[in-house]
Each structure stands twice: as C-alpha cells, then as structure tokens.
C-alpha cells in the first residue's frame, strides 16, 4: 500500500481526497498547514507529498524548499489555483516534481500520485549519510567538516548510492549509471569502488560503503 502526505487547508477538499485515495489502496496523512506538513515529514516515511500552494503558517513552495534542503527526495506533487508558467517556474525551482491545477479530477491525481511514487525525486540538492553530506547545487562533499576531492567518475558513483541509500544497488546497476551501454573491462568498477572508499571512508573511524555479498554496494550508517 502507498502512503501519501496531504497538506491542504481546505478541509471539505481534503476529505474528498482522502476517501477517495482509500478507495484506490492508498493510505493518506493529512495535515492543515505547512509548519504540522513538516513535522509529519520529518516523523515519516511518504511516498509522495501532496502540497496545495497556498498555506497557512507556512506555503506549499517553503515547505518544499525546506523538504530538499534536508535532503529528502520525497515526490512532491503541487496543487494549486495558480496555471500560469511563472508560477510553475517557481514550484520547480523550489523541487517540485509535478504540478495539478485545481480544479481537477480526483482520478487524475491518482494517476499522478502512483506514477511519482514509483521513483524518487530528481530534484534533491543534497544527498545525506550519516555524517557525509553531498551539495549538488555547489558540488561540494564533506565528511565531518572535512572537504573531500572526488574524480568526476566517483562522484557520479557516489551520488548514484546516496540517491538509493540505504538500500543496495547492484553492479550492474552502477555500471549502466557510470558507462552506459559503453562498459569498459570488468576491473573498473573495482578500481572506482577502491577510490571511493580511500576517500570517503579509510580518513574516518566509521566505513559508510559497504559490500554485500551477491547483491551489490550500499551506502549506510550501519551494517545492519
């Protein structure tokens, strides 16, 4: 079953959501105003967000700026009154993966709610691991204050496990994401894998990259 976030202040539309959403096998939170939409983000797991622009306490396009700013690559689906190019500019630059003008049909948005949460946002700006934070924005990488150099090929490497962290990735997977269709000899990846962890993990008293046997890499806090 998904779990989706509502933060809409019209009461009378959110409960036609949310039954609605039920019916579709679709498990719904809701909160009112922007400031209770974040703390229920930061309490919990969604598969998508659901953000109408036009918020008390705090708007749709703050809420989704501070959701990127702490990493989290949550879909995000706007609704809103608003259909003009200029306001959908300003929801994308704020992270955004969507938008739904309202009025609209109920079963659109059940389209659009099952089609974000099979992936996970693109417009993340920084990737987060414990103490390891990457800023996509200044393509910046630090360790516990420390800056750490990257070759552009183990960045991708990289930001290509902190966007399925903590979950694994299998070589496979990380070599169609460094070389494409183009997949050099089969000790590359090797040798990338040997760099990554020099630098991100051989200076620190805690190893983030991990191998786990017969499926792939992960980046984690924990073996567990």
Known sequence: ???????EDDRDLADTVIQYLELENIRCDYASNGIAGLELVSQNHYDALLLDLNLPRLDGLAVCQRVRASGDDTPVLMLTARDKISDKLLGFDAGTDDYLVKPFAIQELVVRVRALAKRRSGQVRVLS???LQMDLTTKTLIRQGVPIKLSPTCWTLLETLLRASPSVVSRQQLEQALWG???PDSNSLKVHLFHLRKAIDMPFD???????ARQGFAIKADKG
């Open 1 to 7: 079953m998904l779990t989706v976030l509502l933060v």
């Open 129 to 131: 691991c414990g103490d």
């Open 181 to 183: 269709d183009e997949i």
């Open 206 to 212: 805690t190893p983030l990259l991990h191998t786990i």
